[in-house]
C-alpha cells in the first residue's frame, strides 16, 4: 500500500475483502493497521466489530479491551 498511514485506506481495503468474502484477508489487513497505527481508535472500533459480524465474541471482547488500553480516551471505543 502507498498510503501507510492513511486509516481510511487499510479499512476500506479490508471492508472491500470482506464484501468479496474473503475474512482470512480482511482479518490480516485490520492486524497489519493496528500494528501500524497503534493509537487510533477507528481501526480499533473497525477490528471489534468486524469479529462481531463474524461471531467471534470471545476475540472481540480481548479486542475491546486492548483498545482500551490503547486508546483509553476514545468515546466511540467506550461507547
Not at 13 to 28: I, L, V
Not at 41 to 47: D, F, G, K, P, Y
Not at 59 to 74: K, N, T
Amino acid at each position: 500500500m502507498a498510503c501507510k498511514k492513511l486509516a481510511i485506506v487499510w479499512l476500506e481495503a479490508a471492508r472491500f475483502e470482506e464484501r468479496q468474502d474473503a475474512f482470512t484477508r480482511a482479518r490480516t489487513l485490520l492486524e497489519k493497521a493496528r500494528l501500524k497505527m497503534v493509537k487510533n481508535a477507528e481501526i480499533w472500533l473497525e477490528s471489534i466489530r468486524f469479529e462481531l459480524k463474524c461471531d467471534n465474541e470471545k476475540i472481540a471482547h480481548h479486542l475491546l479491551a486492548r483498545a482500551l488500553q490503547e486508546c483509553p480516551d476514545s468515546g466511540r471505543i467506550w461507547a
